[in-house]
T-cell receptor
Framework: SAVISQKPSRDICQRGTSLTIQCQVDSQVTMMFWYRQQPGQSLTLIATANQGSEATYESGFVIDKFPISRPNLTFSTLTVSNMSPEDSSIYLC???????????FGEGSWLTVV | GENVEQHPSTLSVQEGDSAVIKCTYSDSASNYFPWYKQELGKRPQLIIDIRSNVGEKKDQRIAVTLNKTAKHFSLHITETQPEDSAVYFCAATSAGRRALTFGSGTRLQVQP
């Protein structure tokens, strides 16, 4: 499977600030997704990152809060804007790859907002 | 949209016993059903998946069954070992949607 790298792996952020998470894949992939996993919870899809077009957001997530970039087929960023303690979560990048369109996850970015 | 329900939320078994986790889905268009294992502090790891053109798939001690008519699928782990202890998530998606919808997770604890 593709190697999916996320940066930062972990961070402590001040309330009201913004943080950009990077996701780098070692091969070209068409579909990239961003998920949030709140403490002790399941994974919730934030958006699908489409190369060359705007991201498609799920209900409850908006572009102003979670702007996403997808400049090419191997890279995407997710920004968490104007953070509050409720944004403390693991943010996971995932990609669809292979002939079977299997979905794999990056290591995650663990954000704590204080 | 798709809704995936997962049961039980916690499951404790003795080493060597079998464990079964069940999921139901709502969207009849869903045709891909993966299972992920997440250990504490780590990313979800794909352990097995099944597509709607088959009813059962096995990989060593792990098997998944799918009943399309009833819209449910299950994970079966036989001869459980302490290293099977983790949170397991089921998920579903369709060819049109591509993104996964996850169940709420099952915390499996295997007692030595």
């Amino acid at each position: 499977s593709a190697v999916i790298s996320q940066k930062p792996s972990r961070d402590i952020c001040q309330r009201g600030t913004s943080l950009t998470i990077q996701c780098q894949v070692d091969s070209q992939v068409t579909m990239m997704f961003w998920y949030r996993q709140q403490p002790g919870q399941s994974l919730t899809l934030i958006a699908t990152a489409n190369q060359g077009s705007e991201a498609t957001y799920e209900s409850g997530f908006v572009i102003d809060k979670f702007p996403i970039s997808r400049p090419n087929l191997t890279f995407s960023t997710l920004t968490v804007s104007n953070m509050s303690p409720e944004d403390s979560s693991i943010y996971l990048c995932s990609v669809e790859e292979g002939s079977q369109n299997t979905i794999y996850f990056g290591e995650g970015s663990w954000l704590t907002v204080v | 949209g798709e809704n995936v329900e997962q049961h039980p939320s916690t499951l404790s078994v003795q080493e060597g016993d079998s464990a079964v986790i069940k999921c139901t889905y709502s969207d009849s268009a869903s045709n891909y059903f993966p299972w992920y294992k997440q250990e504490l502090g780590k990313r979800p790891q794909l352990i097995i998946d099944i597509r709607s053109n088959v009813g059962e798939k096995k990989d060593q001690r792990i098997a998944v069954t799918l009943n399309k008519t009833a819209k449910h699928f299950s994970l079966h782990i036989t001869e459980t070992q302490p290293e099977d202890s983790a949170v397991y998530f089921c998920a579903a998606t369709s060819a049109g949607r591509r993104a996964l919808t996850f169940g709420s997770g099952t915390r499996l604890q295997v007692q030595p």
